[in-house]
């Protein structure tokens, strides 16, 4: 008898890298493909992305990758999924827009891609899946969730969601048809849980803008206004205060660029032409009458408000009496560091900076919080749980609230990456573990960054490296001349020059007593040499790398 599986490959403990399958026979979907963050120790890492091992091996069986919302932890790694197989690809309106922009940033031009209106009830049809979306409320505009009709009982996949009444975009969670589809019969859920921490309800988005106008009605000097270039709604809201304000706007850095350029050409940002200007233009307006929506809320190096804080933009200039307001709080792994050191950079600057330490709700999450998350589990009202989009902890506080209304604790799967929950119609249970490990992208190169190279990585950001290069007379089988050592990043060459002359002669004492025809030994003596020469004088370990020359 065919099982219905259902495979968390990632985005069950990380809150990023979304990439869940469902699988029946001959059939099988992808519901989101998201990029992870690196975490602060994975040296040099660009991104993080799913395990598609399971994917190419059951590519045959591949009828569709379907997308919830335009975040990049839930399509963002679309491009190197679609390096290794073929699919066509289902997403509301402005996701596909977005998915389009990242495949060219990633010249990916063989790829089909279907837009998706929740308005409609007419159902996809992957093989046996039929799935009917509906619309939720999120952070970003155009979010979606899914009923998914299968052999064995029907699923509802709602990822990030929240319930907002009052939505920048004016189209809130369509509880109607969720609560209507839901009447069918649910076998199970599988919901976000990152707000399952949080009490009460989510707030509302639409309240942060009269925030926003309190503190650029009382700017002096220029507003710098940043949040993630996805975040298409708190951009309406800056460009609604900049207009009521009589400031113009000015779009700075390569994804808010982009991503309002397609929300506006799609219907989902709306401002009149003569309020937007270009970086040409902005020499002609004063100080006072300029907003800019600029990129680097996470505080990324490189990023177009990190570049205008060290000074180092090309046409902006942040100066005493200018405004900044980030809206958003630093979510990535690693990025808080990077977001306290942008700040500091701004008070150093005595510019005017609001930002998450300073409670004023300049951000609104966009996942609901244990009241939201219990009334979908009221419309709903599935026989079995399944927490995505969350840590651990918030997994553990999603199955207590399930528990608070009735659930058995059995009921709630808690998923770990490449677990796997099989439905028959007779009930639930564990299926075999798929096995999946981390996929580094460090510039071109994907998944040849392992645990050895970030440990190597690790090293020389500790300790630095020492390179010893010993010339040898194979011929008399001894030293040419004594070994050259140079250091980078583990000691100062011009202050310690005694220091690596006294490591030098140590070395070359050492090696006058092994044989010279034998390269390999006379590299291991080497490294253990100096490792144990400058451990001693030192107390640290900088990498060694032995270079042997034969003269």
Partial sequence: MD????????????????????????????????????????????????????????SSKLRGIVVTHGHEDHFGALPFLLRE????????????????????????????????????????????????????????????AFFIETPVGNILHVSDYKFDWTPVDNKPFNVNKAAYLSSKGVMCLMSDC???????????????????????????????????????????????????????????GRSV?????????????????????????????????????????????????YRTAMDEHQFLKIEEGDTV????????????????????????????????????????????????IQMLFGIVKPKYFVPIGGTIRHMRAYRRLAVDMGAKESDVFELLSGDVIEFTQNGARLGKRVWVKNVLVDGLGIGDVGNVVLRDRRILSQDGIVVAIVQIDKAKEKLFVNPEIISRGFVFEKQTKNFLNDASKLLAKKLSLVRARDIRQIKNETVEILEQFFFRETGRRPMILPVVIDI
């Fill in 257 to 305: 660029v982009a991503k309002s350029d397609i929300a506006k050409n799609l219907g989902y940002l709306h401002y009149p032409n003569d309020l937007m200007i270009s970086p040409k233009e902005i020499g002609k307006f004063a100080k006072d009458r300029m907003l800019y929506i600029i990129s680097g809320s996470y505080g990324q190096p490189g990023s177009a408000l």
């Fill in 194 to 252: 990152l707000g399952s921490t949080s009490p009460g309800y989510t707030e509302s988005e639409r309240r942060i803008e009269d925030r926003i106008e309190d503190i650029v009605e009382k700017a002096v000097g220029r507003v710098f206004f940043t949040t993630i270039s996805s975040n298409i709604s708190r951009m309406q809201q800056a460009i609604n205060v900049a207009s009521r304000l009589n400031r113009k706007v000015c779009m700075v």
């Fill in 85 to 144: 197989v073929k699919a066509p690809i289902y997403a509301s309106k402005l996701t596909a827009g977005f998915i389009k922009d990242k495949l060219a940033d990633y010249n990916i031009k063989d790829f089909e891609i279907n837009e998706v209106d929740p308005e409609k009830d007419t159902p996809l049809e992957f093989g046996v899946f039929k799935l009917t979306s509906f619309r939720v409320s999120h952070s970003v505009p155009d979010s979606i």
């Fill in 3 to 58: 099982r219905l599986k259902f495979i968390a490959l990632s985005g069950t403990t990380a809150v990023t890298e979304n990439f869940y399958v469902y699988e029946y026979g001959g059939d099988m979907i992808v519901i989101d493909c998201g990029v992870g963050f690196p975490d602060p120790e994975m040296y040099g890492v660009d991104l993080v992305i799913p395990d598609f091992s399971y994917i190419k091996e059951n």
């Fill in 325 to 372: 307001i980030f809206s958003g709080d630093p979510a990535p792994p690693g990025s808080k560091a990077n977001v306290d050191f942008v700040v500091d950079r701004l008070f150093e600057l005595n510019v005017d900076v609001h930002y998450y330490d300073m409670q004023e709700d300049l951000h609104v999450s966009g996942h609901g919080s244990q009241q939201d």
